[in-house]
């Protein structure tokens, strides 16, 4: 079977070429489409609560025969550089690494196992077999651990109704364009098993709206989310944030402004939420800011404008002060520093080059991030917070 590439590719391939002169051992071909996608990509990061440890997807090309796609695996590599090991293996893919807050297990997303949806499966940290935590029969789009721990929550969408599977398998699973959607729903489950050796599913949210990203409280009583009316692409754009108890489903609304409010985070402790927001002023070449809310709601209140003003979320540092965002500067990316108190922005990157995967522990003390430039490949760095002095560990 011919190999083929998208006509994107294909130009994304040229500028590459002009831009990277890179040339094989005999120096009689040089960079082409098919030897950039031969190339190992480094992502997903995650960062242990103590800064020791940073975990990353590696995508490896499978190309042998017809076959043509990554396989991508977890590894984790310590911060002071002394171990990268290689934690999950298999032929199913593993991605979106977490750790649990308390440090012994690592989480991630793969569709091992029964069926051909993506779970959250668990690892311990000292080794052993992955286990499967979720069933969600759709899959699982998203999750995040509580803080104590104690419970995951995750967002799946609708799965399809016996009459709707008897439908497909019969070949007459006729449907209408822009109908009938599968709205991403919030779900909670408990880590630990119960006495029947179960874990039982608990849907937080329904109704005709679609969860993009949430956020657990400190206390792990209630999640801040962010919705919008379906799952279409262009809703993106009146989509608002609300919170609910994360033992049942009173969902209350938080911020309801005309245009595209979303990517809440708690703060550390707990009193505010921040958000990005262009607070109605729909414009394609989107503006959007970074706001702070009082957890029980109220007026929120606009941090200081970064150079771009097209901020899509931001990390709080350990002391709720400072919130850490990336956003694009004209040919680059950096990471800047906002304070909460609305003082001015600050870069805390320096250099040229793109950086990508921002993670801070839970001390506060030590930032991982995926830096890349024109000559230089992605690669994993960590740094101290207080001092930008990034090491390379990949």
């Known amino acids: 079977m011919a190999r083929r590439f998208s006509k994107p590719m294909l130009v994304l391939g040229l500028v590459l070429l002009i831009a990277f002169p890179v040339f094989s051992q005999d120096g009689s071909k040089g960079w082409t489409p098919e030897s950039m996608i031969k190339i190992k990509r480094v992502g997903g990061t995650a960062i242990s609560a103590d800064g020791s440890r940073i975990a990353y997807t590696l995508s490896t090309p499978m190309m042998e025969g017809e076959k043509s796609e990554f396989l991508t695996h977890i590894w984790i590599v310590s911060s002071d550089g002394s171990e990268n090991r290689q934690f999950t293996y298999g032929e199913q893919s593993c991605t979106s690494p977490s750790f649990s807050p308390d440090g012994s297990f690592l989480s991630f997303l793969s569709s091992r196992g029964q069926g051909a949806k993506n779970q959250v499966w668990v690892m311990s940290m000292r080794g052993g077999e992955a286990e499967q935590v979720t069933s969600a029969k759709a899959g699982v789009s998203s999750y995040a651990w509580s803080l104590d721990s104690k419970r995951l929550a995750y967002i799946a969408s609708d799965p399809e109704t016996e009459q709707e ?73 009146t989509s608002d944030i609300s919170i ?31 958000f990005a927001s262009d607070k109605g002023d729909l414009k394609w070449a989107q503006i959007s800011d970074l706001y702070v809310i009082a957890a029980e709601g109220g007026e929120p209140r606009k941090l200081a404008e970064t150079p771009d003003r097209n901020v899509g979320s931001g990390i709080w540092a350990a002391d709720g002060k400072t919130i850490y965002a990336s956003e694009t500067d004209k040919t680059v990316s950096r990471v800047y520093a906002l304070p909460v108190d609305g003082g001015r922005v600050h870069v805390v990157t320096a250099g040229s080059g793109n950086y990508s995967g921002t993670a801070i522990s839970k001390d506060g003390n030590t930032m991982s991030f995926i830096h890349q430039t024109p000559e230089v490949a992605p690669d994993i760095y960590v740094t101290q917070v207080r001092t930008f002095e990034p090491r390379k560990l990949t």
Not at 174 to 197: H, Q, R, S, W
Not at 246 to 269: C, N, Q
């Open 165 to 237: 599977e008897k439908a497909r398998k019969e070949k007459r699973d006729m449907v209408v364009e822009d109908t009938n959607f599968k709205y991403g729903c919030l779900y909670a489950i408990p880590f630990a098993k119960d006495e029947k050796g179960e874990r039982k599913t608990l849907r937080l949210t329904g109704g005709l709206f679609h969860v993009t990203s949430f956020s657990w409280s400190p206390d792990g009583k209630m999640i801040v989310f962010a919705h919008q009316a379906t799952p279409q692409v262009d809703d993106w754009q």
């Open 244 to 274: 609910v108890p994360s033992d049942s489903g009173a969902v209350k609304p938080l911020v309801r402004w005309s245009g595209s409010d979303a990517s809440p985070r708690y703060s550390p402790d707990g009193k505010w939420i921040l």
